[in-house]
């Protein structure tokens, strides 16, 4: 990972000032510039009303009018393997991801894609794109990661929790219920990966002659309604990526896979030997980001 | 199914809204939110499950995005009443690879989200931007000071159309009398504009110039009563003074151009222009000189168009000056066409560019070439493919279309035909029956224009050369095939001739493979690799170039050049080769069923373009020697650069009035400042009027701005590009409700948008082109839905009669959907008894089909047939060019080459650039980055993180040589612009200044920055409206741009940038710089 905010921007080579770093600017040079907490497990406290068993399990339909065989988008496929993993109760159910540098190209469309769907105000941000440069002219090269939360197997976020709550689901997703959190931004800190950042209540359309009123649409995150509106939760929470839990829950693919103009995120269930995500988590050339801290990231890099 | 929740809640309506003229927007919509079940599915805890809209057909509307011009599929997903957030339609071929068929339900493929850019993402923050306008605003200061009032739509309108002392309360404008369009158009009877017409095409033809003086003298006798209408009766050419009202667009697309294009027929200017040669223009136009097509004993028909590489096919591809991963046409459906293969290594690429983008990232090479310097390193290729044998011998060796096809080839090309050498230059191809080998024919074709007349002409026949003799051919003739040799230098008859391809080996050989490369400032072996990749892989590998080769003086030779490679190579109408876009006719003229190009009341158009296009210098009454007083473009069209600055000259004549619809030539153009000299002059431009969203960087010169719809608001038919294989036609339709205030006309109301202003213009000036009968006995055209609905009838309905290749009709869900899915629609935009009504119950559910879809999409599988594509170009390529080699450079007096020749940079004169060089070491070039398109996307704040601002991207190496340091501020000063500002002509200088960065992507020696920042307008800086300041947001002024220190052309005045006189393109990377500490 690059140790300095200006990498992780494409414009000016300034340094960013505190308040882009409070507008989003930084994107995730917070937690990249953060001390790391020391991990242990002591603490994490089973959260016991996460729902298991077959009422988990959700049946969708095999659609009858999509051409799922032969040459289809690695999206119908994905999706595919989605059901197949939503019919099984949640427990039984292991969320990875796998990222394909090759493919990616830098474009930020799930960085923006995930701030529409999860309604992202300025600062918040859960997946941005981290891009390097190396080599001299002309031996140059850019690199390009993407940079969701790790939904680590061994998450330092959790433990560092005064009230319980963030944890681990049975899927594997590291969960936050802003009806709980208190904004201490322990977990903030915690995170190696600088995936959680902090809503601080701004709008886009602050300091504008018109607030516009998309900005105070309820988000739809856990399958819940968030109204921002009157400083609700979850202004004032810690916020991450969840790999849209909500739209697993609709048989949909996240948001940022969905969106991958060079088709560079797998998804999908690690229990399942047939998935495409399995697949591609056989292939030799993997790596994952700063495994040396016991993370134990449940999202790698093909590079 | 959810139940449809159209709540957009009172309280959110009573806070917000635009803020211009104070209003909320449409009444709030009630309804109530489906009460879900606590079910804690995910959570638990006591907070309630919630329904999930954006998974439901009745929360999602499918249209094409306008965040550029790329025209990608998406579906927009409405929350409360609101465009809330935008994904990939999976319908699209551009969002899904491969996209779905159409016969997905419209239940399944709400689920199925694919892919987008950012930019098009962001785009709710286009409609929904705190700095729209919402009511006509009219300037109520200087041009450009920026003090506005809003005025109602008819009052607008009446004084446009009957002129007067518009604005005696400015002052220094207390007396002038601005003239309206009524006045303008002073020609208003078609008869006696034909009659005229025919008889300036009469004087045009004449060649001799005393016998043209004559026709001159006779049409003063023939149109005496009529002469008075005319600009100049001593100049009839010139044509009347309707021409004094020029309408020019920046982004427009079909349906839209059809009102542009009907307004205009109905006014009788023939002064319509776009922008193409801000973008690529010399790319399109030496396509259109390639693709002339032999008809009739002589060169026409060539269409404005071009070919990119077929990405999901082609083995090996050269992209030159194209920027794919992040503009171009476009990220989101030509990335996925790539990384897929590039990553399984089964396709490789180089990429040539001076800067080191995101493409040149996926790479096996990268050439770092010396802008303007395509020509060198195209024809160090061609030199290379010609000594190795590289080239496709077969395919160049047909010379008619049978040989093409007895090759298995649908194309040919003109490489083989012998060329006329006089005097050592080569001119037209020899005619067989000029050198007695052959006796002419008379012959005698349908006319295309009218299918009751013929046209008859005298054939002579072309020749090529083979086994040691002349051979004649037609090259049409599809029954006899011929072939030429490929390489011929020799005299028949004692006329010297050459092959086309023998003159291409010629301009290739003036200098070696390593002297090319060096005026490339490329190496050597990596060009030799590039070329040896090309020839392995022939027909699946190919050139694809973009704005790079063409945005400079020499654009037109340098884009021949690439294209004299793809053509060498053979690849055209290959699966991985060169690909044409393929569309589904809306207008009518295909199919369908109705002609909507019909035009009631129409004045035939004619005289001299404003831009003097479409016609030889020569050939005018205006001849008078070279240089000209400004360039005239007899192969290209739609010159943006021209429109304003020629105005500023009055060549070839003063104008009146000028609309602007979606374009700002100030901030888009290379040195677009020289158009603030014009625009700020109401004593150069009486009159300028604009339709736009905000109040923009050229529209703050206007002395009105009508409120626009944005693309998320209104209809538009997006067509294709070329490098899809699909034949397609994406529709663009209202997916949210309109922001500004509604308007009525034809007592109809709808939105004010660039429809609402030239229907009222229409209606006042009684164009018969809009309102009752306007599409027919009985079929009025009082509101766009008149014309949008019928032209979606038309694509539905399809190309054949009988409904045989219609679309199916939607069955009830369907309709049911579509219905549902626009509760949130106002009556002034969507009314389904009316729209209904309009099409028919017959066609209904048939327009329901493809508007559910966002348009008519062929299946993947169709736009392939074996080894070639299924959608061919399938006609000659103009290898070498008779038309061209026909033109004179109206600078010079010279003709202009016939093949791909190495032209230096030069001004209009001729003159190279040394003497503005000297003393400024860095040469200026742009790029895009995937967050911005020009001027329109500063206000999607989503994009800001990404790139809050840019900067001046220079080499590490050069800063060391200047004592510059990365980050800080630096100035871009030329030898045309030493104190590096726009002058705003408005009291206000705005500095050329923006960061540095550093970075080894940069050529040394070359310095770029991304267009889309460093705005003056369009919600970056305060303006007063009613009185009150509306205070900018610093966001959108963030950055550089640095157009303003582009050169100008000292043989032009300065009055507008460097310009490629042949394809039209501006020049927009042959600026040298100093970059200095602001």
Not at chain 2, 122 to 127: D, E, G, I, K, W
Not at chain 2, 556 to 575: E, H, I, P, T
Not at chain 2, 732 to 741: F, K, V
Request: charged share 25%.
């Amino acid at each position: 990972m690059p140790d300095e905010a200006t990498r992780l921007n494409e414009g000016s080579g300034q340094r960013l000032s505190r308040r882009d770093l409070v507008r989003g600017a930084a994107l995730a040079a917070v937690g990249v510039t953060a001390s790391v907490a020391s991990v242990t497990t002591a603490r994490i406290a089973p959260r016991k009303h996460d729902a298991t068993g077959p009422a988990t399990a959700r049946q969708f339909p095999e659609p009858t009018t999509v051409p799922l065989d032969g040459d289809v988008d690695p999206l119908i496929r994905m999706q595919a393997d989605l059901r197949r993993a939503m019919a099984k109760p949640v427990e039984e159910r292991r969320w990875t991801m796998v990222i394909d540098t090759r493919k990616c190209v830098g474009c930020h469309a799930c960085t923006i894609a995930c701030i529409a769907e999860n309604k992202l105000p300025p600062g918040v941000v859960y997946r941005p794109v981290v891009q390097e440069e190396f080599g001299e002219y002309p031996n140059v090269q850019l690199r390009y990661f993407p940079r969701p939360c790790m939904q680590c197997d061994e998450p330092p976020c959790v433990p560092v929790c005064p009230v319980n709550a963030t944890w681990k689901r049975p899927d594997g997703v590291v969960a936050v219920d802003y009806d709980r959190c208190i904004g201490c931004r322990y977990c903030v800190v915690a995170c190696p990966y600088g995936a959680r950042t902090s809503d601080f209540g701004l709008d886009y359309s602050d300091g504008t002659p018109a607030p516009q009123p998309y900005e105070e649409l309820p988000n739809h995150e856990y399958g819940k309604s968030w109204d921002r509106a009157n400083h609700g939760s979850p202004v004032g929470n810690a916020r991450k990526c969840q790999f849209c839990l909500h739209r697993l829950e609709e048989g949909m693919l996240p948001q940022c896979v969905t969106t991958c103009i060079g088709r560079a995120t797998y998804f999908g269930d690690a229990n399942d030997p047939d998935s495409l995500v399995s697949e591609k988590a056989r292939e030799p050339n993997q790596i994952r980001l700063l495994e040396e801290h016991g993370t134990k990231p449940r999202v790698s890099y093909l590079v | 199914m959810n139940e449809p929740r159209v709540d957009l809640s009172r309280r959110r309506l009573l806070k917000h809204g635009a803020f211009l003229g104070g209003g909320m927007l449409a009444a709030a919509l009630a309804g109530e939110k489906a009460a879900a079940a606590t079910q804690n599915a995910i959570l638990g805890g006591g907070r309630a499950d919630a329904p999930y809209e954006f998974g439901d057909p009745e929360h999602t509307l499918y249209t094409v995005c306008q965040n550029c011009n790329t025209g990608c599929g998406v579906k927009v997903k409405i929350q409360e009443g609101l465009a809330a957030k935008i994904d990939g339609s999976p319908y699209s071929p551009w969002s899904l690879f491969p996209h779905l068929p159409m016969s997905t339900s419209l239940d399944e493929a709400a689920r199925i989200d694919s892919a987008i850019c950012p930019k098009g993402q962001a785009a709710v923050q286009t409609v929904y931007d705190p700095y729209r306008i919402r009511k006509v605003l009219k300037r109520a200061g200087k041009r450009g000071e920026n003090k506005w009032r809003s005025i109602p739509f008819d009052q607008a309108v009446a004084e446009i159309v009957e002129g007067g002392r518009l604005f005696a309360d400015v002052p220094g404008e207390e007396d002038r009398e601005v003239e309206g369009l009524r006045s303008i158009r002073a020609l208003t009877d078609d008869t006696v504009a034909k009659a005229m017409a025919d008889d300036v095409k009469k004087l045009l033809d004449e060649k001799d110039p005393e016998k043209k003086r004559a026709l001159v003298e006779a049409f003063t006798v023939t149109h005496a009563a009529n002469l008075g209408a005319l600009i100049d009766p001593e100049h009839p050419d010139l044509g009347p003074r309707n021409n004094q009202f020029v309408m020019a667009w920046g982004r427009m697309k079909g349906g839209r151009s059809d009102f542009m294009r009907r307004f205009g027929s109905g006014f009788g200017t023939t002064n319509l222009h776009g922008h193409t040669t801000v973008c690529q223009g010399s790319l399109y136009f030496t396509c259109k000189a390639i693709s002339e097509q032999y008809e009739a004993g002589k060169f026409t028909g060539g269409q404005k168009f071009y070919w990119q590489a077929d990405t999901e096919n082609a083995r090996y591809i050269l992209f030159v000056g194209a920027n794919l991963f992040e503009a171009n046409y476009g990220p989101t459906n030509r990335t996925v066409r790539l990384t897929e293969n590039l990553a399984s290594g089964r396709t490789r690429i180089a990429v040539a560019d001076p800067r080191f983008s995101k493409l040149a990232s996926k790479a096996e090479t990268w050439l770092p070439l010396r802008p303007g310097e395509d020509a060198p390193l195209a024809l160090a290729i061609i030199r290379w493919l010609i000594e190795n044998e590289g080239y496709d011998a077969t395919f160049l060796r047909a010379a008619n279309r049978a040989a093409a096809a007895a090759n298995g080839e649908t194309s040919w090309a003109t490489g083989s035909w012998l060329v006329e050498i006089k005097d050592g230059k080569p001119g037209k191809f020899v005619r067989a029956s000029d050198l007695g080998i052959v006796p002419a024919e008379m012959r005698s074709i349908p006319d295309p224009k009218d299918a009751t007349k013929t046209i008859e002409y005298e054939e002579k026949f072309f020749l090529v050369w083979r086994d040691g003799r002349p051979v004649a051919f037609e090259p049409n003739d599809d029954t006899t095939p011929v072939e030429g040799d490929l390489f011929v230098d020799t005299a028949i008859a004692g006329v010297q001739v050459k092959s086309g391809l023998q003159l291409l080996r010629e301009s290739a050989e003036q200098r070696t493979i390593a002297e090319w490369c060096e005026l490339a400032g490329v190496a050597e072996r990596d060009v030799v690799h590039v070329a040896r990749e090309l020839a392995r892989h022939g027909k699946q590998a190919g050139v694809d170039i973009h704005r790079g080769p063409a945005q400079h003086t020499n654009g037109f030779y340098n884009v021949l050049a690439w294209m004299s490679v793809n053509m060498l190579l053979g690849n055209f109408d290959w699966k991985g080769g060169m690909v044409k876009a393929t569309t589904y006719g809306y207008d009518g003229t295909k199919g369908g069923v109705l002609d909507l190009t019909k035009v009631p009341g129409k004045v035939t158009a004619f005289g001299i373009s404003s831009i003097r296009h479409d016609l030889a210098y020569e050939k005018t009454t205006l001849f008078d020697g070279y240089p000209a007083k400004r360039n005239w473009y007899p192969l290209s069209s739609d010159v943006y650069e021209e429109i304003v600055p020629s105005i500023g000259e009055a060549y070839p004549y003063p104008v009146k009035a000028l609309f602007l619809y979606m374009g700002t030539p100030v901030y888009a153009l290379p040195a677009g400042h020289t158009n603030i000299d014009v625009l700020a002059d109401v004593a150069k431009l009486p009159l300028f009027f604009v339709s736009d969203v905000t109040v923009g960087t050229t529209s703050m010169y206007a002395d009105y701005v009508f409120p626009d719809l944005t693309w998320l608001e209104r209809w538009e038919f997006h067509g294709s590009h070329p490098n899809m294989p699909n034949k397609v036609q994406p529709v663009r339709q209202p997916t949210a409700a309109p922001i500004p205030e509604t308007a009525t006309v034809y007592g109809e109301e709808m939105p004010v948008s660039f429809e609402a202003l030239l229907m009222g213009l229409a209606e006042k000036l009684d164009l018969k082109a809009f309102g009752p009968d306007a599409l027919g006995e009985g079929l009025d055209l009082r509101r766009p839905e008149d014309f949008y609905l019928r032209a979606v009838a038309n694509l539905a309905a399809g190309e054949k009669p009988d409904l045989e290749d219609a679309v199916p009709a939607a069955d009830a869900r369907e309709l049911e959907i579509f219905t549902r899915s626009r509760a949130h629609l106002p009556a002034s935009v969507f009314d389904e008894a009316t729209w209904r009504e309009i099409v028919g119950e017959e066609l209904w559910p048939r327009v329901v089909y493809v508007l559910n879809r966002g348009g008519r999409f062929e299946e993947h599988a169709k736009g392939f047939d074996g080894d070639r594509l299924k959608h061919v170009y399938g006609k000659l390529l103009c290898l070498y060019q008779e038309k061209t080699a026909g033109v004179k450079h109206s600078g010079t007096g010279e003709a202009l080459p016939g093949v791909a020749t190495y032209v230096p940079l030069r001004d209009f004169a001729g003159n190279d650039l040394s003497a503005q060089s000297e003393g400024y070491d860095l040469q200026l070039i742009t790029h895009r980055t995937i967050t911005q398109t020009k001027s329109r996307t500063i206000g999607n704040y989503w994009l800001q993180p990404i790139m809050p601002e840019n900067a001046v991207l220079m080499n590490p190496a050069d800063a060391d040589r200047l004592g510059l340091r990365d980050g800080q501020q630096v100035r871009i000063v030329s030898a045309t612009n030493p104190e590096g500002v726009w002058d705003l002509k408005n009291g206000r200088k705005k500095p050329i200044v923006g960061a540095l960065k550093l970075t080894q992507t940069m050529r040394p020696g070359v310095v770029s920055f991304v267009l889309g920042f460093g705005h003056w307008a369009t919600g970056a800086e305060d303006i007063v409206v009613d009185g009150e300041v509306v205070k900018g947001d610093p966001r959108r002024a963030t950055g550089i741009h640095a157009n303003a220190a582009m050169w100008t052309d000292p043989a032009l005045r300065h009055t507008t940038c460097l310009l490629d006189p042949v394809g039209g393109s501006v020049s927009f990377y042959d600026t040298k710089v100093r970059v200095e500490p602001a």
